[in-house]
């Protein structure tokens, strides 16, 4: 129970908590007296000496204090939001006695390309990234005045109060993909960061990942150290930024953001080769045996393990990254009269050593591989491909009859238990052209013929150009 006289307070001069005091030339006055509970706490009030008239915001006959509201405010928390995520707003008004209670607002929002709100609900849902100013409005309310004198009823107004709606949207995460057994510094991307209350947390739905002192850098950037496990599930995960939530208030997330886990990085090597499909075929260029001509031969590929022209390299997706590439050109052998020297293939009977008799092994030499070339390109996180292309010719003959390709292949290893491999293809008809990923054949062309009339047509007219694509088809990682 508590006791006060009004005559020491103000003889005395007593200051309230405020510092307020009541000046001592006051004879007559009101007094307001209130709980912690406000208007809803029932006070038992003992008076000694005096008459009062104590009533709760109503009004009365003669003059009576007239209970109302003070001032609105618009009460957000979360003052943030995320795009497609709700909010829900409050108008809150204070009572003369300290007492605050949502009010009944109309709402209304200045930016609805940022930011929209229930007109009755007070329900934000964030739009695009941004600030947005929100109204609300409570009509019809009462006034809080000190004294209230005749009748007509209590004075209402309507209340007015404005907040922002802050919105914030997350757009990457870096690293990409987030490989296993990896640690470091993620980077996460969007706008509006500088808003968001603390505690800031950052979180994917499945695990394996976790990702620890997150901080605001800037208003567009989030950074943070994160680990993932060595089992870690591979496959898409949802990332999502937290804030807010301390001691019992409310907190915000983002919208999830999709971020990948993957193995180590699975590199693919990428061999392109030409190579004659037989054993020999005859040119139709003669060589002169004592005074007779003979039309030459040419070692073919068949059989030998040789090529005419090849092009490799090493290409890993996931890294973004080529290396060790390798251009090169097969060593090109003719042969005159008597070969071959066993009736049916070229082999060591042929070698007699001799150079420009046009019998037997007649010559030799290698074309260069300096119009080779190659480029790499990533269009997807978990994709590559190599393209690569040149011209050579044969360096025993006199006629212009180049060897042509361009050849490129796309490798996708999205899913790398089962990566896979297509090659656009444009090359002559002749000789066999083939893709091989990892040591697998993914293209393969083989010429329908190999006399010199078809050769001819292919290499010296260049007619009859090969050109196409084939379907994907599940390669070996390494």
């Known amino acids: 129970m508590r006791t006060f006289n009004v005559s020491q307070i103000i003889q005395n ?106 007109a009755s609900s007070g329900m934000s849902t964030g739009i695009s990234p941004g600030s947005a100013l929100v109204y609300s409005t409570a009509s019809n309310q009462p006034i809080e005045i000190p004294w209230l004198c005749g009748g007509g009823g209590c004075p209402t107004t309507a209340f007015y109060a404005q907040a922002p709606a802050n919105v914030f949207q997350v757009t990457s995460v870096s690293p990409a993909p987030f490989i296993v057994g990896s640690s470091g510094v993620t980077l996460i991307g969007g706008s509006g960061f500088s808003n968001l209350p603390s505690p800031l947390t950052v979180s994917v739905n499945i695990g394996g990942i976790t990702i620890t002192n997150a901080s605001i850098s800037s208003d567009t950037l989030i950074t943070a150290s994160y680990t993932v496990a060595s089992n870690a599930p591979l496959g898409q995960q949802l990332l999502t930024v937290s804030s807010g939530g301390a001691d019992g208030g409310y907190g915000t997330s983002s919208n999830p953001f999709p971020v990948t886990v993957r193995a180590q990085p699975e590199h693919f090597s990428v061999a392109y080769s030409s190579y004659i499909p037989v054993d020999h075929v005859y040119s139709a260029s003669p060589c002169d045996f004592q005074g007779a001509p003979v039309f030459l031969l040419y070692m073919g590929d068949a059989n030998r393990g040789t090529y005419r022209t090849t092009e490799a390299i090493s290409i890993t997706p996931d890294s973004q990254a080529a290396s060790g590439f390798f251009p090169g050109t097969g060593q090109t052998r003719n042969y005159g009269l008597l070969s071959p020297a066993n009736g049916s293939t070229l082999s060591s009977q042929d070698e007699d050593g001799v150079q420009y008799d046009c019998y037997l092994w007649n010559d030799a030499a290698t074309a260069s591989p300096s119009g080779f070339t ?105």
């Open 13 to 118: 001069q007593i200051p309230d908590s405020e510092g307020n005091i009541i000046p001592a030339v006051v004879h007559e006055g009101g007094i307001k007296i209130a709980g912690s509970q406000s208007e809803i706490q029932h006070i038992l009030l003992a008076v000694d000496s005096g008459i009062y008239n104590v009533r709760k915001a109503t009004c009365g006959p003669g003059c009576q204090v007239g209970n109302g509201l003070t001032f609105a405010v618009v009460f957000s928390n979360p003052s943030v939001v995320a795009i497609q995520r709700t909010n829900q707003l409050s108008l809150v008004g204070t009572w003369g006695t300290g007492g605050q209670y949502n009010l009944p607002g109309t709402w209304t929002s200045e930016q609805t390309s940022i930011a929209t709100v229930g």
């Open 374 to 478: 190659h480029d790499e390109s990533f269009p997807y996180s978990t994709q590559g491909q190599s393209h690569f292309a040149g011209s050579a010719s044969n360096p025993l003959e006199l006629v212009n009859a180049p060897i042509d390709w361009d050849m490129r292949t796309v490798i996708d290893d999205s899913n790398q238990q089962s990566p896979t491999a297509y090659v656009n293809y444009n090359h002559t008809c002749y000789p066999s052209h083939q893709i091989k990923v990892n040591n697998q054949i993914v293209y393969l062309y083989t010429p329908p013929r190999n006399d010199t009339t078809y050769i001819f047509g292919c290499l010296v007219v260049q007619s009859g150009k090969i050109t196409g694509q084939t379907v994907p088809v599940q390669v070996p990682a390494q």
